[in-house]
């Protein structure tokens, strides 16, 4: 592992950057901030290469990972078929925290997908990851980079803790902006089908496309019930995560009066909730604002992860689509804390 500090700026004279893109196209690692997370990144069209991902992550062979490109006539490079759907969203929300996920293209490997017909594709809205495509010349496949199954890493510090003894040029460009995963969409078909929500809601999907988005789950048939790596545990923390309903201090207060006195618990809460907790827990405070509180979340959780709280309790968030990924999130670790105690 190792860790250059790079300007988010930099452009392709940088020596750090070029020395990333090399390594990439040689078939090396190396790990780059998006605006959603960093990603831990692969020249996506070599076998040996993408394998590399897998070994670092002890990713599941199962789960594929999302082939970056710096534009969309890149991304066109990698899928068999374009469609129309991909052609709206594309020039609406790329660069941006959207994948789309379309018939791959035969020079796609079948490790990247999983095995699968279609492939993931995005066009990060970061500088350093733009510059660090365009150098490379190479679709760039990319997980987040931290081991499989922990919470996604926002700063270069994460990655280092994750991944620590892989073999890794670790770009460190800053936080990222975001927080939430890029909203993953099948634009294969007729009906587009929201295979996870993320850093673009279902609602701006529709707005643009015209036509209504299905939630996996509704969908029946051959298409998967969510993306694969979607259904199983993930992001999970140390500590048993529980939720507590939106803005009920009585019921926070229930939950955390079951940690034991030895270890005290942890709470990610709502201001209001936070006044009326008082010194019940060590609290982190969270903006009710679902942009504000995604760049946020998993920070914060690693932060109270690491004192090793006996549990930590998650306010609900308030109702409304503008807060579905993070619904879809916390449920998600909530339940990944269960599975792990069993
Ligand atoms: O925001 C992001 O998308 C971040 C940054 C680094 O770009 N990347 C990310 O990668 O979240 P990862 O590996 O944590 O998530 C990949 C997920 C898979 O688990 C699956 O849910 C979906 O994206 N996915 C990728 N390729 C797919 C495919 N061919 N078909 C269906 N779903 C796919
Ligand atoms: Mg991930």
């Known amino acids: 592992m190792e860790l250059v500090h790079i300007r988010p700026d930099a452009g392709a004279d940088d020596p750090h950057l070029s020395r990333a893109a090399e390594r990439l196209r040689a078939g090396g690692l190396v790990a780059f901030p998006t605006e959603t997370f960093y990603g831990l990144g692969a020249h996506a069209?070599?076998?040996?290469?993408?394998?590399?991902?897998?070994?670092?992550?002890?990713?599941?062979?199962?789960?594929?990972?999302?082939?970056?490109?710096?534009?969309?006539?890149?991304?066109?490079?990698?899928?068999?078929?374009?469609?129309?759907?991909?052609?709206?969203?594309?020039?609406?929300?790329?660069?941006?925290?959207?994948?789309?996920?379309?018939?791959?293209?035969?020079?796609?490997?079948?490790?990247?997908?999983?095995?699968?017909?279609?492939?993931?594709?995005?066009?990060?809205a970061h500088p350093l990851a733009l510059a660090l495509l365009r150098a490379a010349r190479v679709p760039v496949a990319a997980p987040s980079a931290n081991r499989s199954n922990e919470v996604s890493p926002t700063t270069a510090m994460h990655v280092v803790e994750s991944l620590g003894s892989a073999d890794v040029l670790v770009l460190d460009g800053g936080a990222c902006s975001v927080g939430i995963e890029s909203t993953v969409i099948d634009v294969s078909g007729p009906g587009p089908v929201l295979l996870r929500p993320g850093g673009v809601a279902r609602d701006e999907l529709e707005r643009v496309l015209g036509v209504p988005v299905a939630r996996a789950s509704e969908v029946a048939g051959d298409t998967p019930r969510a993306a694969p790596g979607m259904l199983g545990k993930h992001y999970a923390t140390r500590a048993s995560l529980v939720l507590a309903p939106h803005g009920d201090?009585?019921?926070?207060?229930?939950?955390?009066?079951?940690?034991?006195?030895?270890?005290?618990?942890?709470?990610?809460?709502?201001?209001?909730?936070?006044?009326?907790?008082?010194?019940?827990?060590?609290?982190?405070?969270?903006?009710?604002?679902?942009?504000l509180y995604a760049r946020r979340l998993y920070a914060a959780l690693r932060e109270l992860d690491a004192r090793a709280p006996a549990l930590i309790v998650v306010e609900s968030p308030p109702p409304g689509v503008e807060w579905d990924a993070l619904r879809d999130r916390l449920s998600r670790a909530a339940a990944s804390a269960d599975d792990s105690a069993r």
């Open 249 to 291: 201090a009585g019921a926070l207060r229930a939950r955390l009066s079951k940690a034991s006195a030895a270890q005290p618990p942890a709470a990610l809460v709502f201001e209001a909730s936070a006044r009326e907790l008082g010194e019940a827990a060590r609290i982190l405070v969270m903006p009710l604002d679902p942009r």
């Open 45 to 124: 069209l070599d076998e040996a290469a993408v394998a590399r991902i897998y070994a670092a992550k002890g990713r599941p062979a199962h789960n594929p990972v999302i082939v970056h490109v710096a534009d969309a006539q890149a991304a066109r490079s990698v899928v068999a078929e374009w469609t129309p759907h991909a052609e709206l969203l594309a020039r609406c929300f790329w660069p941006g925290p959207l994948t789309l996920v379309l018939p791959k293209g035969a020079c796609v490997p079948a490790s990247v997908v999983a095995g699968l017909e279609k492939v993931g594709v995005r066009v990060p």
